[in-house]
Nanobody, 122 residues
Framework: QVQLVESGGGLVQPGGSLRLSCAAS????????MNWYRQAPGKERELVAS????????DYADSVKGRFTISRDNAVNTLYLQMNRLKPEDTAVYYC???????????????WGQGTQVTVSS
């Protein structure tokens, strides 16, 4: 029932910018904290950024702090990740995800989307 659809990825040169979007449906988006994760080839999926349900607090991995900004628009059920000064190390598939409470709301079933590919290369 919970559905998350990521978009906005693509190929960008080092130092460039991208804005990712995550369109949410199947739940009351504004009731849940949301997160961005990424997974690079051969690496474990890692948490990149988090935001509380009303957007009052954000947290970032040290590797992206100062370059990435997570935000949300609860009126249109959308999560965003603004990525600036991109580095080749940022290359990964990016996913949005909620929290464990949302997973329970989804009958204990994971709800990962397809993700969106970000490739940083010259």
């Amino acid at each position: 029932q919970v559905q998350l659809v990521e978009s906005g990825g693509g190929l960008v040169q080092p130092g460039g910018s991208l804005r990712l979007s995550c369109a949410a449906s199947g739940f009351t988006f504004g009731f849940y904290a949301m997160n961005w994760y990424r997974q690079a080839p051969g690496k474990e999926r890692e948490l990149v950024a988090s935001i509380t349900s009303a957007g009052s607090r954000t947290d970032y991995a040290d590797s992206v702090k100062g370059r990435f900004t997570i935000s949300r628009d609860n009126a249109v059920n959308t999560l965003y990740l603004q990525m600036n000064r991109l580095k080749p190390e940022d290359t990964a598939v990016y996913y949005c995800y909620g929290d464990d409470i949302l997973r329970q709301r989804n009958h204990g079933v994971d709800y990962w989307g397809q993700g969106t590919q970000v490739t940083v290369s010259s």
